[in-house]
C-alpha cells in the first residue's frame, strides 16, 4: 500500500520552543493532507485539513496561530507548534488522501510530542 | 445523529471466535468505506476497502457493505490475541468522515 512517512517519530521539547512535524507521502501526490492529535486511550481528533498551495481548514477550537500547518508541495506538509505548553503533549499524526479511484486515506506513523 | 456511528465496545470475543464490527453513516451519497485497525500507542494502519454492495474478503477479514441499510461491517474469522486493537470505519462521499472506533479484545 501507499506510504506515508512522519518525522520525528518522538520529540521532546521545553516549554515556550517550537517544534516542527513533518508528513511526507512517498509513493503518491497529496493534495490533501490532515492533521490529527489523539490522547491515550482517546479517539483521533481531526485538527485541520491541509490542501496544497493554499490556507489550511481548521476545525472548530483549534488556534490557527498556536498550530501552523504548511502545505508547500504535493508530498509534503509541516506542523509547528508553537509556543508548546505541558499540554500540547500528545500524539500528533498525519495522514495522506490518494487521489486514485478511491481516495484512500493512508496515516503516517504518528509523532509523540512531549513538552517539559 | 453522528455522520459515522460505531460502538464503542469493548467487544471480547475468544479466540478463535468469529468477530463482528459494525458502522452506520448517515450519508447517502458515500462512495468509498474503509476499515482501519489501531493499535495502542500506534497510528491507523488500512486493511480494508468496499466500495461497492455486497462482501469482499481478504485473509481472515471479510467487509460487507450494504448502502440501501447504510451500513458497513467488518468480520474477522479465527480472531487472535493480535488482532487486538480498536477498529475504525471510514466513509468517504464528499470528504472522508472517521467513527470514533470499536475497541476488541480477543481473549487467549
Known amino acids: 500500500g501507499a506510504v506515508v512517512s512522519q518525522h520525528p517519530s518522538r520529540v521532546i521539547c521545553k516549554s515556550g520552543t517550537s517544534v516542527k512535524i513533518e508528513c511526507r507521502s512517498l509513493d503518491f501526490q497529496a493534495t490533501t493532507m490532515f492533521w490529527y492529535r489523539q490522547f491515550p486511550k482517546k479517539s483521533l481528533m481531526l485538527m485541520a485539513t491541509?490542501?496544497?498551495?493554499?490556507?489550511?481548514?481548521?476545525e472548530q477550537g483549534v488556534e490557527k496561530d498556536k498550530f501552523l500547518i504548511n502545505h508547500a508541495s504535493l508530498t509534503l506538509s509541516t506542523l509547528t507548534v508553537t509556543s508548546a505548553h505541558p499540554e500540547d503533549s500528545s500524539f500528533y499524526i498525519c495522514?495522506?488522501?490518494?487521489?486514485?479511484?478511491?481516495?484512500?486515506?493512508?496515516f503516517g506513523e504518528g509523532s509523540w510530542l512531549t513538552v517539559v | 445523529q453522528k455522520e459515522v456511528e460505531q460502538n464503542s465496545g469493548p467487544l471480547s470475543v475468544p479466540e478463535g471466535a468469529i468477530a463482528s464490527l459494525n458502522c452506520t453513516y448517515s450519508?447517502?451519497?458515500?462512495?468509498?468505506f474503509f476499515w482501519y485497525r489501531q493499535y495502542s500507542g500506534k497510528s491507523p494502519e488500512l486493511i480494508m476497502s468496499i466500495y461497492s454492495n455486497g462482501d469482499k474478503e481478504d485473509g481472515r477479514f471479510t467487509a460487507q457493505l450494504n448502502k440501501a441499510s447504510q451500513y458497513v461491517s467488518l468480520l474477522i474469522r479465527d480472531s487472535q490475541p493480535s488482532d487486538s486493537a480498536t477498529y475504525l470505519c471510514a466513509v468517504t462521499g464528499f470528504k472522508t468522515i472517521f467513527g470514533a472506533g470499536t475497541r476488541l479484545f480477543v481473549k487467549a
Open positions: 450519508d447517502r451519497v458515500s462512495q468509498s
Open positions: 491541509s490542501n496544497e498551495g493554499s490556507k489550511a481548514t481548521y
Open positions: 495522514s495522506a488522501r490518494d487521489q486514485g479511484p478511491g481516495n484512500t486515506i493512508y
